[in-house]
């Protein structure tokens, strides 16, 4: 009888048990749904998953070339000891939003847009300026530079601006045009050089 009463109460509880786990995790699947569900259409669901599948297909192999790209940088970054300072961070962001205000636009605005969220935004400034600073020696741009510059382009300076703002917006030009040269053939370099294993195929 003793047994018989051990297995009863075994029995009870361990259903309560599994009860109680089907309910935990229940109530946790809907607190946390949406790292399961991305949307519900007339009651049928799309998984996250899903989603994330469709992106694949269509962005993948751009998405894991960033991805390898931002690795090989971090870590050319930290071989050289360069830093960023947050200062530098936020006063590119302060520029970048009174950029967008003149134009009528919002920082919020063009991150939502971009799908982008602030932290996105910090970090690739903070990457920007390191391979800036990487790359200063190839990218600076002279005074002779940017005569020649106009003088190429006809030499004529527009009477809305005058010869210092105008000479300054041409260097500006010429550096951004170098940087992004310049910057691109240094990735190629890093990307040359790594060892870059894919183990997925888009």
């Known amino acids: 009888m003793d047994i018989a009463k051990k297995i009863v109460g075994y029995l009870k509880t361990k259903t309560a048990v599994v009860v109680l786990a089907v309910l935990l995790f229940g109530g946790l699947g809907y607190y946390y749904k949406n790292l399961l569900v991305a949307a519900s259409v007339n009651g049928s669901f799309i998984s996250r998953w899903s989603v994330i599948s469709e992106m694949e297909k269509t962005a993948g192999k751009n998405a894991l070339d960033s991805l390898i790209t931002k690795k090989l940088i971090e870590k050319e970054v930290a071989s050289k000891n360069i830093t960023v300072s947050q200062a530098d961070v936020e006063a590119q962001i302060k520029n970048i939003e009174e950029?967008?205000?003149s134009q009528g636009g919002t920082l919020e605005g063009a991150l939502k847009e971009r799908g982008m969220s602030m932290a996105d935004l910090k970090e690739q400034i903070t990457i920007n300026k390191s391979l800036q600073q990487m790359l200063a020696d190839k990218?600076?741009?002279?005074?002779?530079?940017?005569?020649?510059?106009i003088k190429q382009m006809g030499g004529d300076i527009p009477s809305s601006v005058s010869e210092a703002e105008f000479k300054?917006?041409?260097k500006a030009q010429l550096e951004n045009q170098k940087f992004s040269t310049e910057a691109q053939a240094f990735i190629d370099s890093l990307r040359a050089q790594a060892n870059i294993k894919y183990f997925v195929s888009y």
Request: avoid cysteine.
């Open 168 to 170: 300054s917006q041409i």
């Open 139 to 149: 990218v600076a741009v002279t005074d002779t530079d940017v005569d020649a510059y």
């Open 99 to 101: 950029q967008l205000k």
